[in-house]
């Protein structure tokens, strides 16, 4: 998970113990010698909790079981880890980061996207043409940055254990010629030699579809083997983070729902190559030889 919401998870679960303790946060900082302030950083994530200070509330909310000890100390190392994104720290804002965070962490992934091809399935030329058609006026250097980063991320589909991905895409997204029908052409077929993996299901939601689940929002699940999933929702101005279940209970029936809606992975492929042959007829037609 991203350091972010690593920290805030840990104090959530922090504050859990003390209430169960029923002990208050003025109480504790007294025994322990924090301030009120620093109480309220550590529940709320907002500072990053010491080992020696993890040890000593534990201590204090009369947690004596050594794996549950362990685990808290793990949770804590894991809040304060830096990831190869720090690099493009400058050119990538706080909710990116976090989100890269997450996806790097993720056992599983859900994605749904209206607009455009996820990014984890995208081509460097795709990418380009698509960072480059924000309106926002980035420097050169930046939007070389971004390409590098979301090249990056792609890096964790060849883990010896990737996560599991199950992308919906719609129609509309692969019919829109992206930088020209050589680099769409080129992106779609990237696409069909993803779907030649066993950890990446890919589906199409077709035109006939017509009103969905999706229709307001692209979206993200992603699922971790022993912590609640978190959705992130991202627009123009910055990425939404939402892990309170009844938030998550509404984006995975709205994914289950597109789910069923959307073509089988058999069709879907089937219906992407016959986009590639409509292209390719239609880039002749523009360009004989």
């Known amino acids: 998970m991203g350091q972010t919401i690593r920290s805030r998870r840990l104090g959530s679960d922090l504050r859990q113990l003390r209430r169960k303790a029923s002990l208050t946060a003025e109480a ?19 500072v990053r909790v010491s080992r020696t200070d ?5 201590a ?16 804590a190392k894991d809040a304060k880890s830096r990831g190869w994104w720090i690099a493009y720290e400058d050119a990538l804002p706080r909710e990116y ?22 990014g984890l399935m995208q081509t460097p030329d795709y990418t380009r043409h698509i960072t480059m058609a924000n309106p926002a006026v980035l420097p ?20 010896d254990e990737p ?19 050589a680099v769409m052409l080129d992106q779609l077929h990237h696409l069909t030699q993803l779907t030649e993996r066993s950890n990446i299901t890919l589906q199409v939601l077709p035109f006939e579809t017509g009103a969905h689940a999706g229709v307001h929002s692209s979206f993200v699940l992603f ?67």
């Open 28 to 46: 504790v900082g007294a025994e322990l010698g924090f301030s009120q302030s620093k109480m309220s950083r550590i529940e709320s994530g907002d």
């Open 54 to 58: 993890l040890k000593a509330l534990l």
């Open 60 to 75: 204090l909310y009369n947690v004596t079981d050594q794996k549950q000890i362990t685990a808290f100390l793990e949770a």
């Open 97 to 118: 980061r976090d989100f890269i965070a997450l996806e790097g962490s993720a056992a599983g992934i859900r994605t749904f996207e209206g607009m455009s091809v996820p």
């Open 140 to 159: 050169p250097g930046h939007v070389d940055s971004l390409i590098k980063v979301r090249m990056e991320r792609q890096s964790i589909l060849d883990n």
């Open 163 to 181: 996560p599991k991905i199950w992308a919906i895409v719609t129609e509309a997204a692969l019919r829109q010629v992206v930088g020209g029908y």
């Open 223 to 289: 699922d971790f083997p022993a912590d609640p999933s978190i959705a992130c929702v991202a627009n123009l101005t910055g990425t939404l983070f939402m892990d309170q279940p009844g938030q998550l209970d509404a984006f995975s029936d709205a994914f289950n729902n597109l789910r069923a809606s959307a073509l089988s992975p058999a069709d879907s492929l089937t219906r992407i190559t016959d986009i590639m042959d409509l292209m390719r007829r239609e880039r002749n037609k523009r360009n004989p030889s």
